[in-house]
Every structure is written in C-alpha cells, then in structure tokens.
Nanobody
C-alpha cells in the first residue's frame, strides 16, 4: 500500500486546512489509519487516528479542533484542522497499520505552517 498525503500549506493562526491521505488500494484492510506530525527539533507524535470501525482517537492538544475521517469508497483519510495555532506547525505524515500482516505504512510528509 502506498499513501499519498496532500493539503499542507501556509495558514494564519485561527485558520483551517484539510489534509488528505490517498491510498493506492483499498483501505478496508487497513485496521488503523492516522496522522502524525513532527515539529522542528521534536519527535514525531500521533495527532489523530481512526479504526476501520470508525473509532477515533486524538492527541489532547488537538481535541475539539481537528477531525479525522475516512472515506472507504475513495480510499482516502482526511484530517480537518480548524482553529490552527502556531504550535500545530510541522510535517504531517499519514500512517496506516494492517494488523493481519503486522505491517506499518507511511506516506510522505506534507508541511503545515501556521503563522502567528
């Protein structure tokens, strides 16, 4: 499975962005899909994840502002980011985990820059 992330860019604080992660094949077999981010000088951290059953999980720092969703028909996972803050700046990576094979897949990053 190949993952293609898109949607990053430069936005002012308080603004919104939508990230998309398109998979090369069906995402039905992907048990968990998520978004991670890595800020300059910091470790990569989980931002949000969604299971094949639709259960979501969010980092405390983004709860109430970010929404993750998946469209199985389009093999795509989205991250709606609202009320963006400068501390949301970083490279955002799409991730997928396939439990049956124990495989982890990563997309290339997409840069999000939030100016104050």
């Amino acid at each position: 499975v190949q993952l293609q992330a898109s949607g990053g860019g430069l936005v002012q604080a308080g603004g919104s962005l939508i990230l998309s992660c398109a998979a090369s094949g069906s995402i039905l077999s992907l048990d968990i899909m998520g978004w991670y981010r890595q800020a300059p000088g910091k470790q990569r951290e989980l931002v949000a994840s969604i299971t094949s059953g639709g259960t979501t999980n969010y980092a405390d720092s983004v709860k109430g502002r970010f929404t993750i969703s998946r469209n199985n028909a389009k093999n795509t996972v989205y991250l709606q980011m609202n009320s963006l803050k400068p501390e949301d700046t970083g490279v955002y990576y799409c991730n997928a985990y396939e439990q049956y094979w124990g495989k982890d897949y990563w997309g290339q990053g997409t840069l999000v820059t939030v100016s104050s």
